[in-house]
């Protein structure tokens, strides 16, 4: 990340999100809404003065940890964010809000780096092709209250998890119940929220693996008895299947039998599921539950879609223009497409899909120039009378009335005729597919031979 | 010398007319949209499904393509039945060319008896690319619709549209038009 903001050839616009996209490969024109961060980033080192003098500290859920502590109003994401730049945020900043405020923040700040006064702006770039690379959410367990999520304070998910093992997270690395005793068993369920027809039907394909390391952190921070609840473990990839060994060998207990729900009795949680291979029910009581959640698109997926015009598949992620041979194309020519938001998958695979990706981006740019598919929709300006009817029915927008005659953006069509179809002049050609073509094919096909016509 | 195929009826032309025989076999030509039904089309034939021959299929890219004059046309060339065929709703490849379809062909239908066509003759249906067995099954079916109504009684003198094809539409030919 790093890197990537520093790198002179890469301009990172951040806490900014695409609003509106014209245009076509080679020639688009996107519009970026900046929301403010009334800091001038210019100005900012970055110190965190101002982090530690807001009002509102320790007193808001903070984002990055997913529930598990808080920060103030003025804060700087995590340790590691690029920019390395506070930010206020307008919806608790109580100056912002209520216009009263002590503003230590800007009393602290020795740059006089804060700016309340900051607005919103919509800038507009132009740029030759898009990547999209919008990543993923967790499922959304408001519909699995059987697991007790958000109801005891021992359930927790996997990302959850990850913020207890940090060394920079809430408990210093430190694997603890609510209540700060340590855990003596920890239950791992695998498959929440997927391959499953009520939730997702698709395998999330990280979680397997994932869930297999917070086991092995969880033997390794706490002397627990650590249990995973699974249908299938989906360790391949490379060295995976080694890793699913070694954390056999070192203890964790596998159940083979996703987890039906969890329930408070006696102090503990009380884990309940079929074990498969036993041919038994198991109720096992655990100290805390650890739910590998399924991944699902992420939540401005739609909305990107509808900008940039791009297809999604059936299980909301964006359509790539064909599974095996152009899994990072998408159907719309110069916008390709990145990780998590084409498909669950973990990270070696999103590093290659970019690289892939940049390539392909690459490769169009210095090229220079595109290569059309001849079959496309063109006008015959004498024929057509303006009526418009071939602009409402292409679904690409390609067709636009200037000075009162139809025009075909050839590198927005798309040649599916539908326009060739409406035209009642036949002011449009499709070429390659011409009306004269077909009706000789269908000649053609209903010809009868002379001799049949002649045996009379 | 074209070997025969007893399959195929002789018509007998006699000034101008065409006369049914007891073997008539329909003339049916398909519009088939690439994306879905062609491969659905494809797919009855990897699936070495049965259908009667006398489809002659057209693909065209979109069903959106087929206009109501290209249809008109294709009866006219001594077509006895026509089908439509395209992607279900919301499959569509090219987004929304099959909801054109859904409107124009319907319409199409209520005009045919205008032009002395029995509405039966031309058939509108969705077939997606796996529907191998669907498209065997409603081509089977439409066939034994023509087969029962009969050859198309619809001679090019008698027709109200022109015979030649006036409506060529190539750059030169628009120019001198």
Same mark, same amino acid.
């Given at each position: 990340?790093?890197?990537?903001?520093?790198?002179?050839?890469?301009?990172?616009?951040?806490?900014?999100?695409?609003?509106?996209?014209?245009?076509?490969?080679?020639?688009?024109?996107?519009?970026?809404? +900046?929301?403010?961060?009334?800091?001038?980033?210019?100005?900012?080192?970055?110190?965190?003065? %101002?982090?530690?003098?807001?009002?509102?500290?320790?007193?808001?859920?903070?984002?990055?940890?997913?529930?598990?502590?808080?920060?103030?109003?003025?804060?700087?994401?995590?340790?590691?964010? @690029?920019?390395?730049?506070?930010?206020?945020?307008?919806?608790?900043?109580?100056?912002?809000?209520?216009?009263?405020?002590?503003?230590? %923040?800007?009393?602290?700040?020795?740059?006089?780096?804060?700016?309340?006064?900051?607005?919103?702006?919509?800038?507009?770039?132009?740029?030759?092709?898009?990547?999209?690379?919008?990543?993923?959410?967790?499922?959304?367990?408001?519909?699995?209250?059987?697991?007790?999520?958000?109801? &005891?304070?021992?359930?927790?998910?996997?990302?959850?998890?990850?913020?207890?093992?940090?060394?920079?997270?809430?408990?210093?690395?430190?694997?603890?119940?609510?209540?700060?005793?340590?855990?003596?068993?920890?239950?791992?369920?695998? %498959?929440?929220?997927?391959?499953?027809?009520?939730?997702?039907?698709?395998?999330? +394909?990280?979680?397997?693996?994932?869930?297999?390391?917070?086991?092995?952190?969880?033997?390794?921070?706490?002397?627990? +008895?650590?249990?995973?609840?699974?249908?299938?473990?989906?360790?391949?990839?490379?060295?995976?299947?080694?890793?699913?060994?070694?954390?056999?060998?070192?203890?964790?207990?596998?159940?083979?039998?996703?987890?039906?729900?969890?329930?408070?009795?006696?102090?503990?949680? @009380?884990?309940?599921?079929?074990?498969?291979?036993?041919?038994?029910?198991?109720?096992?009581?655990?100290?805390?539950?650890?739910?590998?959640?399924?991944?699902?698109?992420?939540?401005?997926?739609?909305?990107?879609?509808?900008?940039?015009?791009?297809?999604?598949?059936?299980?909301?992620?964006?359509?790539?223009?064909?599974?095996?041979? +152009?899994? @990072?194309?998408?159907?719309?020519?110069?916008?390709?497409?990145?990780?998590?938001?084409?498909?669950?998958?973990?990270?070696?695979?999103?590093?290659?899909?970019?690289?892939?990706?940049?390539?392909?981006?690459?490769?169009?740019?210095?090229?220079?120039?595109?290569?059309?598919?001849?079959?496309?929709?063109?006008?015959?300006?004498?024929?057509?009378?303006?009526?418009?009817? %071939?602009?409402?029915?292409?679904? &690409?927008?390609?067709?636009?009335?200037?000075?009162?005659?139809?025009?075909?953006?050839?590198?927005?069509?798309?040649?599916?005729?539908?326009?060739?179809?409406?035209?009642?002049?036949?002011?449009?050609?499709?070429?390659?597919?011409?009306?004269?073509?077909?009706?000789?094919?269908?000649?053609?096909?209903?010809?009868?031979?002379?001799?049949?016509?002649?045996?009379? | 010398?074209?070997?025969?195929?007893?399959?195929?009826?002789?018509?007998?032309?006699?000034?101008?007319?065409?006369?049914?025989?007891?073997?008539?076999?329909?003339?049916?030509?398909?519009? !088939?949209?690439?994306?879905?039904?062609?491969?659905?089309?494809?797919?009855?034939?990897?699936?070495? !499904?049965?259908?009667?021959?006398?489809?002659?299929?057209?693909?065209?890219?979109?069903?959106?393509?087929?206009?109501?004059?290209?249809?008109?046309?294709?009866?006219?060339?001594?077509?006895?039945?026509?089908?439509?065929?395209?992607?279900?709703?919301?499959?569509?490849?090219?987004?929304?060319?099959?909801?054109?379809?859904?409107?124009?062909?319907?319409?199409?239908?209520?005009?045919?008896?205008?032009?002395?066509?029995?509405?039966?003759?031309?058939?509108?249906?969705?077939?997606?690319?796996?529907?191998?067995?669907?498209?065997?099954?409603?081509?089977?079916?439409?066939?034994?619709?023509?087969?029962?109504?009969?050859?198309?009684?619809?001679?090019?003198?008698?027709?109200?549209?022109?015979?030649?094809?006036?409506?060529?539409?190539?750059?030169?030919?628009?120019?001198?038009?």
């Amino acid at each position: 990340m790093m890197d990537a903001g520093r790198h002179p050839n890469i301009e990172l616009l951040t806490y900014s999100e695409v609003v509106g996209m014209e245009g076509f490969v080679g020639n688009f024109r996107v519009r970026i809404r +900046r929301k403010p961060r009334f800091v001038d980033t210019d100005l900012c080192t970055g110190c965190g003065l %101002c982090v530690e003098a807001c009002v509102l500290k320790n007193r808001i859920p903070a984002e990055f940890e997913v529930g598990m502590g808080k920060r103030g109003a003025a804060y700087i994401p995590f340790p590691q964010a @690029v920019p390395l730049k506070a930010v206020i945020d307008a919806e608790h900043c109580l100056y912002l809000k209520r216009g009263k405020c002590s503003q230590k %923040c800007v009393k602290a700040c020795e740059r006089g780096a804060i700016q309340f006064d900051q607005t919103e702006e919509i800038i507009e770039v132009q740029v030759g092709t898009v990547i999209l690379a919008t990543g993923t959410d967790m499922y959304d367990m408001k519909d699995l209250p059987q697991y007790g999520y958000g109801i &005891y304070p021992n359930v927790l998910d996997s990302l959850q998890f990850e913020r207890l093992c940090s060394a920079a997270g809430p408990t210093g690395g430190q694997v603890l119940l609510a209540d700060g005793r340590v855990p003596e068993s920890i239950a791992f369920l695998h %498959c929440i929220g997927s391959r499953d027809e009520h939730t997702n039907r698709y395998c999330s +394909r990280l979680c397997c693996m994932h869930t297999l390391k917070l086991a092995h952190l969880a033997l390794e921070k706490t002397h627990a +008895r650590v249990y995973e609840f699974y249908i299938d473990i989906r360790s391949g990839g490379k060295r995976y299947e080694e890793f699913y060994e070694r954390v056999q060998e070192e203890g964790v207990i596998f159940i083979r039998g996703k987890a039906s729900e969890v329930l408070p009795e006696d102090g503990k949680l @009380v884990v309940k599921a079929e074990d498969t291979l036993l041919g038994r029910l198991v109720s096992v009581p655990v100290d805390m539950v650890v739910l590998a959640l399924g991944m699902t698109p992420s939540k401005g997926t739609v909305e990107v879609a509808r900008i940039f015009g791009v297809s999604r598949s059936d299980d909301g992620y964006f359509m790539e223009a064909h599974p095996k041979l +152009r899994p @990072v194309d998408t159907n719309t020519d110069g916008i390709f497409v990145a990780g998590c938001c084409q498909a669950p998958k973990d990270i070696p695979d999103t590093v290659a899909q970019a690289s892939a990706a940049a390539a392909k981006a690459m490769a169009l740019m210095t090229r220079g120039q595109v290569m059309e598919d001849p079959v496309v929709a063109e006008v015959i300006p004498e024929r057509c009378v303006g009526c418009g009817e %071939c602009v409402l029915s292409c679904p &690409y927008k390609a067709i636009t009335l200037m000075e009162g005659k139809a025009v075909v953006n050839s590198a927005l069509c798309k040649g599916c005729g539908t326009c060739v179809g409406t035209c009642l002049g036949h002011a449009i050609i499709g070429h390659q597919f011409t009306h004269d073509a077909i009706l000789m094919e269908v000649r053609g096909l209903l010809h009868e031979p002379e001799q049949v016509r002649a045996s009379v | 010398m074209l070997i025969l195929s007893p399959r195929f009826d002789k018509r007998r032309v006699s000034e101008g007319e065409i006369l049914a025989t007891d073997s008539f076999e329909p003339r049916i030509v398909g519009f !088939l949209c690439n994306w879905c039904s062609y491969a659905g089309a494809d797919n009855a034939g990897l699936g070495r !499904l049965k259908y009667p021959e006398n489809i002659r299929i057209v693909r065209v890219r979109c069903s959106g393509r087929v206009a109501p004059d290209l249809v008109l046309r294709t009866f006219q060339e001594g077509a006895d039945g026509v089908m439509v065929l395209g992607c279900h709703f919301g499959d569509c490849h090219y987004v929304s060319g099959n909801y054109r379809t859904a409107k124009r062909i319907p319409m199409l239908r209520k005009l045919l008896e205008v032009f002395g066509i029995e509405p039966e003759r031309l058939r509108l249906e969705w077939v997606s690319a796996s529907e191998g067995q669907r498209f065997a099954e409603v081509v089977t079916e439409f066939t034994e619709t023509i087969r029962r109504l009969g050859p198309l009684d619809l001679h090019p003198k008698r027709s109200t549209i022109p015979a030649s094809g006036a409506t060529s539409e190539t750059r030169e030919n628009a120019v001198h038009a």
